[in-house]
């Protein structure tokens, strides 16, 4: 067996609570490779909240929620940012950081939000609702956020579609999401009919069947949920917001109705909190690994491109969205 350098042994202990040292030994070689390799190409790692731990709590450089994540892509310096999140995540860096090379380590990771809807099902909209301002969720492509006025996240969709000023405004893809939101605006929300496969599996059976068998548990749950799922739980807010509650509130049990990893990085920081763990897995996000990263800063693969004439007009959505 290869023997674990003191970097790889040290970077283990972050994450020692969740992965055996006996299983070490598979992680720590590409870790140690991967270290070496953001020096080389002057390269920093961008991770979602959903990515597994060994990659989260043990190479990222920067970590955080979608909007978190976008923010922080425009202020890299170094030459190469690598997302370890799915594709859309890796258009919005490119977007607004222009100059960089931008690798996703598999070209496969999407979104089925992202998949619900094309630029010609905007412009349908658009002739179906005349003059009503389209508000786009990031999680769609660069050439969705082109047809679109406005992008949102799950943490500041609120905030952007009363930033418009307008009674009524269309919301997409994330039929769920506008629900959500429509329950706490008075703005009129027109939605789509798109689903994150991996939120509209959560029912609020779910959560009456964890409050009986936990008494007492918090339950926090992802406003790409249904609507009835989010009437149930104590507090619904992006996956930035419910690490932040986990973080304030120390909840003594709780459950986050969301993807898996989320409660795995989130339990490793608050190893005094009790986490329940039904979640559903995004297959999209775990194509991501700590080989494919490895192998992306190899290889150099796999570059985003956007069309320059949709990422203009996808760039101004965007920046629309920072500007709130
Ligand atoms: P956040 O913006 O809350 O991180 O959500 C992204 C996502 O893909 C949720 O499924
Ligand atoms: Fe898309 Fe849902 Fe996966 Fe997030 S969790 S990337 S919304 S499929």
Same mark, same amino acid.
């Given at each position: ?8 042994? &040290?970077?283990?202990?972050?994450? %020692? ?11 720590? =070689? ?9 020096? *080389? ?42 997302? %370890? =999140? ?6 919005? /860096?490119? $977007?607004?950081?222009? =100059?960089?090379? +931008?690798?996703?380590?598999?070209? !496969? ?8 809807i094309t630029p010609d099902d905007i412009r349908l909209m ?8 389209? +508000? ?8 969705v956020? /082109? ?14 579609? *009363? ?9 997409l893809p ?12 008075? +703005?009129?929300?027109?939605?789509w #009919? !798109? ?9 609020? !059976? ?5 409050? &009986?068998?936990?008494? =007492? ?23 930035? /917001?419910?690490?932040?509650? @986990?973080?304030?509130? #120390?909840?003594?049990?709780? +459950? ?10 989130? %339990? ?5 909190? *009790? ?14 690994? $700590? ?7 190899? !290889?150099?693969?796999?570059? @985003?491109?956007?069309?320059?004439? @949709? ?11 920072? /500007?709130?």
């Amino acid at each position: 067996m290869t023997a674990i350098s003191p970097a790889a042994a &040290a970077l283990h202990s972050r994450v %020692a609570s969740f992965i055996p040292a006996i299983e070490w030994p598979v992680f720590s =070689g590409d870790i140690d490779a991967i270290l070496r390799l953001k020096l *080389e190409r002057n390269a920093v790692i961008l991770a979602h909240n959903y990515q597994t731990p060994e990659i989260f709590h043990c190479v990222a450089d920067i970590v955080g929620d979608s909007l978190a994540l976008a923010r922080k892509a425009m202020d890299v310096e170094a030459d190469v940012i690598v997302l %370890a =999140g799915v594709h859309f995540m890796a258009e919005s /860096a490119k $977007l607004l950081n222009p =100059g960089k090379i +931008v690798l996703i380590p598999d070209m !496969g990771a999407g979104c089925s939000l992202a998949d619900s809807i094309t630029p010609d099902d905007i412009r349908l909209m658009r002739q179906r609702h005349p003059g009503i301002p389209v +508000v786009t969720y990031v999680n769609t492509s660069a050439a969705v956020k /082109a047809e679109s006025d406005i992008c949102c996240t799950s943490g500041n969709a609120k905030a952007v579609v *009363e930033s418009l000023g307008v009674p009524r405004v269309i919301m997409l893809p994330d039929e769920y999401l506008a629900q959500n939101i429509a329950n706490q605006t008075d +703005v009129e929300i027109i939605a789509w #009919k !798109g689903h994150c496969e991996v939120h509209e599996r959560f029912t609020p !059976g779910d959560i009456r069947e964890l409050r &009986a068998a936990h008494p =007492g548990i918090i339950v926090l749950a992802h406003p790409e949920c249904p609507p009835e799922v989010v009437a149930e739980a104590d507090f619904a807010g992006s996956t930035a /917001a419910m690490s932040d509650y @986990v973080g304030q509130e #120390k909840p003594a049990r709780v +459950v986050l109705m969301t993807e898996c990893s989320m409660s795995d990085n989130v %339990a490793i920081e608050h190893p005094e909190v *009790e986490f329940i763990r039904p979640c559903n897995l995004c297959p999209h996000m775990k194509r991501i690994t $700590l080989a494919n990263i490895r192998a992306a800063l190899e !290889g150099m693969r796999h570059p @985003v491109t956007i069309d320059p004439a @949709v990422a203009v007009r996808a760039r101004l959505a965007v920046e629309r969205m920072l /500007a709130v």
